[in-house]
C-alpha cells in the first residue's frame, strides 16, 4: 500500500508540473512539458515537503498537508486550463508521437531502469549497490535520508557531524525518506525520483539542443555525446584486451574504469584521466545533479526562447520570471548549479541588455536569499576561489590532459563555433556565457576537494554538447566519406563513457555496503535509541549508523574534508572517547555524546577497554559483534 501511495503522490506532483509549465503558452511543445513537468514537479513536492517537515517534522500530519497542498495546486491550475485545451492536448499528443522517438527513448528508459535498478539491491540480508562510486558516495546519503526519515532532523543538521549546520544540497535525500515515510520500500523510495528524473534530462538536454540548433540529428544526438562523455581512455581497453588471457572473460568483466581514475599513457608521459562518465561517476552517485542538470537545462531553455521572443514582450517576461523562479530554488537542490546560473546570468545580461531581466533576479533573489544565507553558515566559504591551474592535470600539459579527457569534443566546439553558417550569430553571442563554466574551474577552486569543479564543468559540457552534436549531424547529412568520418567521432566521442556503463551493469561493479548483522544493528539502533541521540562509532563510510538515522559524532573522514569541515579537533576526542582512559569521560560530555557503538572495526582501530565500558556505561544491546552502551545518566 505504502509503494502505491509513493507512486499516486509522484505521479500528481508530475502532473502538477506539467501544468506549471503549460502556464508558459506557446512557448514549448507538448512533449517538451513532458520532460519538464517531472523535473518542476518533483522539485516542488520536495520543497512543499521540507517547508512542512521544518514545522511538523516528517510523519503522517504533514505527508497528508503535503498531498493536501499538492492537490489544491491541481484543482486551481485545472480552473485555469479549460476542458477543450485538455483535450485539444491529449490529440496533440497523439497526433506528435512517432516510432523513432518511441524507439529512442523506450532504448534511454531500459538503460536508466536497469543503471538505477542496481542503486539500492538485497541479497541473503545484504544491502548491496552498483557502480562502485555508489560504494563510498552512497552511504553518506543514507545517512541524510535517514536522518530526515526516523532522525526528526528539522531544521536539518549535518548527520555525520553532529551538531553541525547541514549545507550539502539535501532536497533530493529529503524526497527519498518523504517516500520512505509514506510507506515505500527503500528500493522504490531511491528509484522513483532518480528514473523520473534521469529520464527527463534525456528530454530535457534533446530540447536545450534543438532550440540551439533547430537540428533534429543534432538534438538527439546529444543526449548520447553529453551522457557517454569519455576521452581516450578506451585506448586502454584495446591495451587490456591485447594483455587478455580470455577475451570473452575480460569483456564481460571489464578490468578497470575508462573515463576515471586510471593514467593514459602517452610519448609525453602518463596522463591522469579524471573527466569522469556523467552517468557513473556523477549522476548515479552524486544525487543532487539530478535536480541540477535537469533544472539548469530548462533555465537555459527558457533564457534562450525568451531572448528569441522578439515580438512578445509578455511571453518574453513570463519565460524571465520562470527561470527566476527555478533559479531561486536552487541553491538546496544543487548549489553549483545556482551559482553556476548566477554567473551566467550577470554576463547574458551584459550581451543582451533589456530591462526586463528584472523580473528574472527579483524572483530568484527573494527565493535564493534564506538558502543562501543558511549555506554561508558554513566554513567552506574560505578555501573558495582560491586559484589552481589547470584543474586535475597535475604535472602534465593543461592541453594535453584535456585532449586525453575530452577527447576530440573541444576541437568539435571550435570547428562550430567557427564554421561560418553553421551557427547564427546570436547563437553564437549567447554561448559566451557559459564559456565561464569551463574558465572558472580551470583557473580557481570552486569545492574544497578539487575534482569537485567537475561539477560546474559538468554543466558547460551541457551547454557546449548541442554545437558538437550539430557538426556530426552537419556531417551526417553529406557525402559517405563525411557520414564516416562523423561516426568515427562519434565512436571517439562515446566509447569510453559507454565502456564505464557497461562496467556498472556487469557483476564487477557489485559491492556490499552493509551485511545482514550490520542491518540488523541499524534496526536496534533506531529501535533502542532516541532521535538527535548521538552516537561515537569508528569513523568509516559505511557504518550501521547510515541506516539508523542518528547523528554520528564523526563520521567519515574523506566525507567531511570535501564538505570543508576541520574535524581534526574533533578526530583527537574521538580516539580519546573510543580507546578509553581518564580523559574518555571529559571528551564524552565535551560532545554531548549518548551512545557509544562497539563493532569489528571499533575494536580494529581503537582496541577499546570494554571491561571498562561495561563496569561504567549500561549496555543497551549485545548483538552480533556489535555492543552499544549507553553513557548518559
Known amino acids: 500500500m505504502g509503494s502505491v501511495l509513493a507512486i499516486l503522490i509522484t505521479l500528481l506532483a508530475v502532473a502538477n508540473g506539467y501544468r506549471l509549465v503549460s502556464l508558459l503558452r506557446g512557448s514549448f511543445s507538448i512533449w517538451e512539458r513532458a520532460c519538464a513537468g517531472p523535473v518542476v514537479g518533483l522539485a516542488l513536492l520536495s520543497w512543499i515537503g521540507f517547508l512542512a517537515a521544518l514545522v511538523g517534522g516528517l510523519n503522517a500530519a504533514t505527508i497528508s498537508a503535503t498531498v493536501l497542498v499538492e492537490v489544491g495546486v491541481w484543482v486551481a491550475l485545472s480552473r485555469i486550463a479549460s476542458v477543450r485545451e485538455a483535450l485539444a492536448e491529449v490529440r496533440a499528443a497523439v497526433g506528435a508521437f512517432d516510432l523513432r522517438s518511441g524507439a529512442y527513448y523506450l532504448v534511454w528508459g531500459v538503460l536508466l531502469f536497469a543503471l538505477f535498478a542496481r542503486v539500492v539491491m538485497f541479497e541473503g540480508g545484504a544491502f548491496l549497490t552498483a557502480p562502485l562510486n555508489n560504494y563510498g558516495d552512497l552511504p553518506f546519503h543514507l545517512s541524510a535520508v535517514t536522518s530526515f526519515a526516523w532522525g526528526d532532523n528539522f531544521p536539518p543538521s549535518n548527520p555525520i557531524f553532529a551538531g553541525s549546520r547541514f549545507t550539502y544540497p539535501f532536497l533530493i535525500d529529503f524526497l527519498t525518506a518523504f517516500f520512505l515515510r509514506t510507506g515505500a520500500g527503500w528500493r522504490l523510495a531511491f528509484f522513483i525520483e532518480n528514473f523520473i528524473l534521469a529520464l527527463a534530462l534525456v528530454g530535457i538536454v534533446e530540447m536545450v539542443a534543438f532550440r540551439l540548433t533547430r537540428n533534429r540529428l543534432a538534438a538527439r544526438l546529444t543526449p548520447i555525446i553529453f551522457l557517454f ?235 557546449s554538447s548541442p554545437f558538437v552534436a550539430l557538426v556530426l549531424a552537419d556531417g551526417f547529412r553529406r557525402s559517405i566519406l563525411w557520414r564516416g568520418a562523423s561516426a568515427i567521432l562519434l565512436v571517439i566521442l562515446t566509447l569510453s563513457g559507454i565502456l564505464d556503463v557497461a562496467r556498472a551493469l556487469s557483476p564487477v561493479e557489485k559491492a556490499t555496503l552493509f551485511g545482514e548483522a550490520e542491518m540488523g544493528v541499524a534496526g536496534l539502533l533506531r529501535a533502542q535509541t532516541a532521535p538527535g541521540a548521538v552516537i561515537a562509532h569508528a569513523p568509516v563510510h559505511n557504518s550501521p549508523l547510515c541506516l539508523a538515522g542518528r547523528p554520528s559524532l564523526m563520521g567519515y573522514p574523506g566525507h567531511l574534508w570535501t564538505h570543508g569541515i576541520d574535524y581534526s579537533s574533533r578526530e583527537r576526542d574521538l580516539e580519546t572517547i573510543l580507546s578509553g582512559g581518564p580523559s574518555a569521560r571529559e571528551a564524552i560530555t565535551r560532545n554531548r555524546v549518548d551512545y557509544l557503538l562497539i563493532g569489528p572495526l571499533e575494536r580494529r582501530q581503537f582496541s577499546p577497554d570494554e571491561k571498562a565500558m561495561a563496569a561504567e556505561f549500561a549496555l543497551v544491546f549485545d548483538q552480533s559483534e556489535y555492543r552499544l552502551y549507553r553513557v548518559t545518566k
Open 229 to 463: 562523455n569519455g576521452g581516450f581512455g578506451f585506448l586502454n581497453f584495446f591495451n587490456d584486451l591485447l594483455n587478455s588471457k580470455d577475451l570473452f572473460e575480460t569483456l564481460g568483466h571489464l578490468p578497470r574504469t575508462y573515463t576515471m581514475n586510471a593514467m593514459l599513457p602517452t610519448r609525453f608521459g602518463e596522463i591522469p584521466l579524471r573527466w569522469g562518465n556523467a552517468l557513473t561517476t556523477l549522476i548515479l552517485p552524486q544525487r543532487s545533479l539530478l535536480f541540477g542538470l535537469p533544472l539548469v537545462g530548462l533555465i537555459l531553455s527558457f533564457w534562450w526562447t525568451a531572448l528569441r521572443e522578439n515580438g512578445d514582450r509578455r511571453q518574453r517576461r513570463g519565460l524571465l520570471v520562470a527561470s527566476g523562479i527555478l533559479t531561486g530554488c536552487l541553491p538546496m537542490l544543487h548549489a553549483h548549479s545556482f551559482f553556476s546560473i548566477v554567473i551566467a546570468s550577470l554576463i547574458l545580461v551584459i550581451l543582451f541588455w533589456s530591462s526586463d531581466w528584472i523580473v528574472f533576479f527579483v524572483p530568484a533573489f527573494v527565493l535564493a536569499l534564506p538558502q543562501v544565507l543558511y549555506l554561508m553558515g558554513t566554513p567552506v566559504r574560505d578555501e573558495l576561489f582560491k586559484g589552481h591551474l589547470g584543474w586535475e592535470s597535475g604535472s602534465a600539459s593543461p592541453v594535453l590532459f584535456w585532449l586525453a579527457n575530452a577527447g576530440p569534443f573541444l576541437f568539435l566546439l571550435i570547428a562550430a563555433l567557427g564554421t561560418r553558417g553553421l551557427i547564427e550569430a546570436r547563437t553564437r553571442r549567447f554561448y559566451v556565457a557559459f564559456l565561464v563554466w569551463f574558465v572558472l574551474p580551470n583557473v580557481v577552486l570552486l569545492a574544497p576537494w578539487p575534482w569537485d569543479n567537475i561539477k560546474v564543468l559538468m554543466l558547460w559540457a551541457l551547454a
